[in-house]
């Protein structure tokens, strides 16, 4: 059994698996993105209570790990609603809740960090709430808040891995997989890990190119 | 403001040299030659104001004279200490020698007090009591006391700059270095500095002073010495310099700062 | 909807979750404060101006940075094994934890040392200060307030982490949660208690922060850099 599995082929199964991590981690940064963008626009709002309902939501999911989210989506919502989620649907929710909640810290993050007179100074040439961000304050808070969104899907890549905990067959799953079969532990992680390495290493060193480069301009 | 105490005998006789660098010769690791064999003699209880264009070399001058830079030839003598790469004789020497910095350099984690005690403690192990009033005594003398309990932030910074006089002046050093204490201060706070060096040159301090103020230096100093491009210049009297410059480099750079 | 919550399970079975808790709170301790060693010396060898000692660091810190700390448990839970190294999987969970908390820490610490201007030390050292007390007495505590916000955050991270130890059957928060789901079948209410201990201990390490900052790093507030 185990010599059917030569180097190559755990190389090739472990490649196909991967497909489905870059899938679920573009699912998940471009939903969490969307989510994200609507709970960081309710955390500077001007209503206290639409500001207090996204700090509990990203008090909650920044608090609590990964995987119990997966688990309360794949689990807690079956039981509750009744109905099945497949692991890829319930992965997708969790990465979602949990990419979105990252994501609006960093972003509110970004806006906060530009001088209050900004604000004040689009509020005395007379724009309205929405023109002031759209045409001052947005423009210049994504400036700010590429690197560490760059570096934040590092994580979210990472963060997919969990998925095979529910069972959704994606690289570190069929790297168990493989793994319970041939029993060539070292070899099937470290290539597994090779692999996340080639997805994650070129968007740390541009996110950090990007900081860098912000960093030379401030000075 | 009040006379400061110096350590030692407080007047000096002319004979004695409380600095004698001979022919110093330093390049940076870049191959940069900043010193090309500068000799200088600081007599006890004068006051040498050190003048020259930015980049001639004046900071990294004074600061081998506590070894915060190494120099490659000639040699440095302080207070009859020869000045080597061994760390015995640089230890002796910086107990001798206090510096204040341009960027003042005070401790932002310690109180104004502590600032100015935490060298005698730690360095000297002298006991906390007495330190204390040391320091209660330095403060009152550059003006600070009542901001004793603050840190160095909340201060202005001609008054950080008074703080830092005092924290050197704690150690009871014999020679005291200043670089350009005044040059990061707002206008009208050179002058709360320069009282409290002046006062301190008043009490027979040896000091040698990198500043390109002209009141204190007509006013202060013994001697003037002008160096440019790492090279000693000129090594005159205030009233010779300012008014009968020997060279064209001396009288290009006067025409710049008196306009 | 018409799913009726029930808590009772929670009551009747709270010791399981303390248990748990207390195992998270003891794994996450041990590693990180072995993580925070190996991120000093770390942070030294990147510092240290030696090339070959940067570059290693620096390898480890980038290695374990882009790969899922789920990969590099199983790695170290059923690899190391096949190098002969015995490890049950507390201990397993402890090495990969701190190795990981190692490297996240190595960067910070690096920011925190170099984050302190030449001038403070130049100054200890016209002061006469030798390199052990200017460490002590002139660096530590500026570098320490400097980083500490990036390391309570990498803390909270880390202990956020120890759930994924579950998966090699350490007896974690998680594995209570998991142990009673698979008998009792009230899901979400078990997942969702486990999350409000994850919150708690969260909560407990920013109150803790808080306080540290307001009892020793007060002068942060006026130096501006
Ligand atoms: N660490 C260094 N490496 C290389 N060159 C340096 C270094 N520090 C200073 N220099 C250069 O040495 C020259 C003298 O510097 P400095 O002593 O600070 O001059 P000054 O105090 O008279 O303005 C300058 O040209 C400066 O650029
Ligand atoms: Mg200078």
Redesign the interface.
């Known amino acids: 059994m185990s010599d059917e599995f030569t180097l190559g082929r755990i190389f090739i199964n472990l490649l196909i698996a991967t497909k489905w991590t870059i899938i679920l981690s573009i699912i998940a940064f471009v939903f969490g993105g969307i989510a994200g963008f609507l709970i960081m626009m309710m955390r500077i709002s001007p209503i206290k209570p639409i500001r207090f309902l996204s700090w509990v939501y990203v008090e909650f999911f920044e608090g609590t790990p990964l995987l119990l989210q997966l688990f309360l989506a794949f689990f807690g919502v079956s039981v509750v609603f009744g109905i099945n989620l497949s692991p890829l649907v319930a992965a997708t929710i969790a990465l979602t809740a949990f990419t979105s909640a990252f994501l609006a810290d960093i972003w509110r993050g970004a806006v906060e960090a530009l001088p209050k007179g900004q604000w004040e100074a689009s509020s005395a040439l007379g724009f309205g709430y929405f023109k002031k961000l759209r045409y001052i304050i947005l423009p210049q808070a994504v400036k700010l808040a590429i690197a560490p969104t760059v570096g934040f899907l590092v994580q979210v890549i990472k963060g997919t891995s969990l998925a095979s905990v529910i069972g959704f067959t994606e690289l570190s799953r069929a790297a168990s997989q493989i793994n319970n079969v041939t029993l060539k532990a070292l070899l099937v992680f470290a290539l597994a890990g090779a692999i996340y390495f080639l997805l994650c290493y070129p968007l740390s060193l541009w996110s950090q190119r990007v900081e860098q480069r912000l960093n030379q301009q401030a000075h | 403001m009040t006379q400061f105490e110096t350590s030692g005998s407080s007047v000096a006789t002319a004979t004695e040299a409380a600095i004698v660098a001979r022919d110093v010769e330093k390049w940076y690791s870049n191959g940069f030659h900043v010193l090309k064999g500068v000799s200088l003699t600081v007599n006890k209880g004068e006051v040498v104001v050190l003048m020259g264009p930015s980049g001639s070399g004046k900071s990294t001058f004074i600061r081998t004279f506590n070894a915060l830079e190494p120099f490659q030839k000639g040699s440095i003598e302080v207070d009859g200490i020869l000045l080597t790469p061994k760390l015995k004789n640089v230890d002796a020497i910086r107990r001798e020698v206090g510096m204040v910095f341009q960027q003042f350099n005070l401790f932002p984690h310690l109180t104004v007090f502590e600032n100015v005690s935490i060298a005698p403690i730690q360095v000297r192990n002298m006991p906390k009591a007495k330190a204390d009033e040391i320091t209660t005594q330095l403060l009152e003398r550059v003006g600070i006391l009542h901001q004793a309990k603050k840190y160095p932030g909340q201060l202005s910074g001609g008054q950080q700059q008074r703080v830092a006089i005092a924290r050197a002046l704690a150690m009871q050093p014999k020679i005291m270095l200043f670089d350009e204490p005044t040059s990061a201060l707002d206008p009208e706070m050179v002058r709360e500095v320069l009282d409290v060096m002046r006062s301190l040159a008043s009490s027979g301090m040896t000091m040698v002073c990198v500043t390109h103020e002209v009141g204190f230096a007509r006013e202060v100093a013994d001697r003037i010495i002008f160096l440019a491009d790492g090279l000693l210049v000129e090594d005159t009297t205030p009233a010779e310099f300012f008014n009968n410059p020997k060279s064209d480099r001396t009288r290009k750079f006067l025409s710049q700062i008196l306009h | 909807?018409?799913?009726a919550f029930d808590f009772s399970v929670i009551r009747d079975n709270i010791g399981l979750f303390v248990a748990g808790a207390l195992l998270t709170f003891r794994v996450s301790l041990i590693a990180i404060a072995f993580g925070l060693i190996l991120g000093i010396i770390g942070a030294l060898f990147r510092t240290s101006g030696n090339r070959i000692l940067n570059a290693v660091t620096l390898a480890y810190v980038?290695?374990i940075?882009?790969?899922?700390?789920?990969?590099?448990l199983?790695?170290i839970f059923?690899?190391l094994?096949?190098?002969g190294i015995r490890l049950n999987a507390e201990q397993a969970a402890i090495l990969s934890l701190a190795i990981n908390f190692g490297a996240y820490s190595t960067e910070i610490v690096r920011a925190g040392v170099e984050s302190i201007?030449k001038?403070?030390i130049?100054?200890?050292?016209?002061?006469?200060?030798?390199p052990l007390?200017i460490f002590r007495?002139?660096i530590l505590?500026?570098a320490l307030?400097n980083i500490y916000t990036a390391l309570t955050g990498q803390v909270?991270l880390a202990v956020?982490?120890?759930?994924?130890v579950?998966?090699i059957a350490t007896e974690d928060l998680?594995f209570a949660?998991?142990f009673l789901?698979s008998r009792t079948?009230?899901?979400?209410e078990i997942?969702?208690t486990?999350?409000l201990f994850?919150?708690a201990i969260?909560?407990i390490i920013k109150g803790f922060a808080y306080w540290i900052e307001r009892r020793f790093?007060?002068?942060?507030?006026?130096?501006?850099r």
Request: hydrophobic share 45%.
């Open positions: 909807m018409g799913y980038e290695v940075r882009n790969t899922p700390f789920l990969i590099q199983f790695f059923f690899g094994p096949k190098l201007p001038g403070q130049e100054a200890a050292m016209a002061l006469g200060f030798k007390k007495y002139i505590t500026p307030s909270i956020l982490f120890t759930s994924v579950s998966q998680t949660g998991d789901n079948f009230r899901s979400f997942y969702f486990v999350c994850y919150l969260v909560w790093f007060e002068f942060a507030k006026y130096s501006r």
